[in-house]
């Protein structure tokens, strides 16, 4: 059995007042996964953030709180952030059973564990 931290404590504190907590949480890790995603691929096409904010006439302040947050961003301001970055963004409703990996990569820039499998 692993050690249980604070933090396995808050979760089944708020499990116990809002059952839908855990879906909550598994959202916002799937939000930061793909924020990620975007973020690495800006670092990797060396483009800066200030240049990134430029073409969406955003700030860089606001492109910074983007990748550095589990914020709850408006999908047209992801597919803005993809765009710029010459890629697309597309949703897939799966069910819940068969549900895989919340990010995957299309192309050569993908990294292993995030590029598409048959």
């Known amino acids: 059995m692993t050690d249980r931290d604070f933090l396995d404590e808050l979760v089944d504190e708020r499990t116990a007042r809002s059952p839908g907590f855990p879906a909550m949480v598994e959202a916002a890790e799937r939000r930061r996964e793909l924020l990620g995603a975007l973020a690495e691929r800006r670092r990797e096409g060396e483009q ?25 961003a408006r999908m047209s301001t992801l597919d803005r952030y993809a765009r710029v970055l010459g890629y697309r ?15 995957v990569v299309h192309g050569a820039e993908a990294r292993p564990d995030q590029r598409e499998t048959a």
């Open 48 to 72: 800066s953030q200030t240049a990134v904010a430029a073409a969406m006439n955003s700030s860089q302040s606001s492109i910074a709180r983007l990748e550095t947050s589990a914020t709850d």
């Open 89 to 103: 963004l597309q949703y897939h409703l799966i069910p819940e059973a068969e549900a895989g990996p919340a990010v």
